[in-house]
């Protein structure tokens, strides 16, 4: 029996149709992959059928007492609450099983009834079913897994960085332990080792899960079946997401050709029945056009223009961009790292900062930056040096503002048909330009940042985790836009698969230099 059975699904966003009645089956044995364009409704998809939205049309149909666990990146953290009280929230039914078993405990002490006794047996021996007992280690296995632990138990979850609260969030909804879990792009914020474990964590899951994802690597580890998201259907693929990518594209093509050769056939018809109409062939004009408002009509194919990426360059006569001498970063003069910091980034030059999140990847580059203040040490910049920065974090001060009303507040004298281009180079359409950026993916989000540095000319770009969120052809082409700028470049990603040591000069791995 199906898990989960979505049917006739039909949705529009704006003025995208995002499903056309489109269909979708999880079974218990089913690691399943969503993959597709930014913007073809995956988030929505998963927004659906954790009933945070209404769809137009269909129909969700869980199992019956069925537990799924939706991992949600955008959940409130309350101040006050220690990482530790946060993760040990992830077993709150069991703490009030042992209440109430203690309380049966307590009474039968008093009352010597032995119903209560029987009572608290059940519920004990549900706790043991449970493992309640071994609790601490589970969390410790789960918070090391995913780099917690080394923060501390006692740490705030206020004080937590956006990928070290993403990853507090996904360490509770593991420990959940659901029968099915939904975890849309629950890679964003983890570095490599933290993935590794992730994979391995879900390769022993003894449930189903549906994952949400654009890191493909991560994909072609965990997943048995693929269902792509495009021209508003559902399509399922079994089997690896290699094969499944090949079934994919052959599928597009027989779907491009049939699409338009009912494109064809609809504009022919459609001159005919203009033609006739009021003529002698009115009549049979008119039995076209009946003919025709009965025709089922394939659904457009989607944004399908490719980015084009370009960054601006600034010249510059210096070799040398930035030097890094004795450097140490952290905050309130609280190091992070244990040694400091020596390095240099020269004109066409790629150099990746690596190490997991947390060891201040981000920190630094905001130092470089003059963002934050270095603890002690040296940046020096070349006096031609002018930076372009690529910051990861999807915060916008006026989340209400269109694409283009917040390019027009930062590049005040361009012109508006500037901005456009800009934005369409990075694949938006007019009408994502003109939508409030809230209501846009986070792959459409991201490419909004990515606008405004195609707008921004720099010969130091300093990119934070760029690839979180973007699809394939967008991660194609900022790759060909990186190799091809002229100047200094610093990238820190977790993705590996994207560099690779053809094109990138040095890998500074800061983790090694953790305190």
């Not at 009933?51 to 137009?56: A, E, H, K, S, V």
């Not at 052809?473 to 700028?485: C, G, H, P, S, W």
């Amino acid at each position: 029996m199906a898990l989960l059975t979505v049917s006739h699904l039909s949705h529009q966003f704006m003025d995208k149709q995002l499903y056309t009645d489109a269909e979708l089956i999880l079974n218990p044995h089913d690691r399943m992959g969503i993959i597709g364009q930014n913007g073809v409704g995956k988030s929505t998809l998963i927004h659906i059928i954790t009933g945070q939205l209404i769809p137009d049309e269909g129909k969700i149909e869980w199992q019956r007492r069925l537990h799924y666990g939706y991992l949600d990146q955008y959940a409130k953290l309350s101040a006050g609450v220690t990482i530790g009280a946060f993760l040990h929230s992830a077993f709150a039914e069991l703490y009030d099983d042992e209440k109430r078993m203690n309380a049966y405990y307590t009474d039968y002490g008093t009352n010597a009834d032995d119903e209560l006794l029987a009572k608290a047996g059940a519920i004990q021996e549900r706790l043991e079913a449970a493992d309640f007992y071994n609790i601490d280690t589970r969390i410790d296995q789960v918070a090391t897994g995913l780099g917690l632990a080394e923060l501390g138990y006692d740490r705030d979850v206020t004080a937590l960085s956006g990928g070290q609260r993403s990853k507090l969030i996904l360490a509770k909804l593991l420990l959940s332990h659901p029968d099915v879990l939904l975890l849309d792009e629950p890679t964003n914020f983890l570095d490599k080792d933290h993935i590794d474990w992730l994979v391995s964590f879900l390769q022993d899951f003894n449930g189903a899960y549906i994952v949400v994802s654009h890191d493909y690597d991560f994909l072609d580890q965990v997943t048995n079946v693929i269902c792509d998201v495009e021209f508003g259907k559902i399509t399922r693929y079994t089997g690896n997401l290699k094969q499944a990518l090949k079934l994919r594209n052959q599928a597009r093509e027989t779907y491009m050709r049939e699409f338009n050769k009912q494109q064809e056939k609809i504009s022919k018809t459609e001159a005919y029945i203009r033609k006739y109409k009021a003529g002698s062939r009115s009549k049979s004009a008119r039995s076209r056009e009946k003919q025709l408002a009965h025709v089922e009509r394939l659904t457009p194919p989607g944004n399908k223009v490719r980015p084009v990426l370009e960054f601006p360059f600034v010249e510059t006569a210096s070799e040398i961009l930035v030097t890094v001498s004795d450097l140490l970063i952290g905050y309130q003069k609280q190091p992070l790292l244990r040694e400091p910091l020596n390095f240099s980034v020269g004109r066409g030059e790629v150099v990746v900062f690596a190490g997991f999140n947390g060891v201040g990847k981000t920190t630094l580059l905001k130092t470089i930056l003059g963002m934050l203040p270095a603890i002690s040490g040296e940046v020096d910049t070349s006096a031609t040096m002018v930076p372009g920065y690529y910051d990861q974090e999807l915060h916008w001060e006026a989340p209400l503002a269109s694409p283009l009303q917040y390019l027009q507040g930062i590049f005040t004298k361009a012109q508006p048909r500037t901005l456009r281009q800009a934005l369409a180079r990075t694949g938006l359409t007019a009408q994502q330009a003109m939508s409030p950026i809230h209501e846009l993916s986070g792959g459409e989000q991201s490419k909004v940042k990515l606008a405004r540095l195609l707008l921004t000319p720099s010969n130091l770009l300093l990119l934070d985790e760029p690839t979180n969120h973007l699809d394939e052809a967008t991660k194609d082409a900022l790759r060909t836009a990186i190799q091809e700028f002229p100047g200094g470049v610093v990238l820190v990603t977790h993705e590996e698969g994207f560099y690779d040591d053809s094109w990138v000069d040095k890998v500074l791995d800061i983790a090694a230099l953790r305190k």
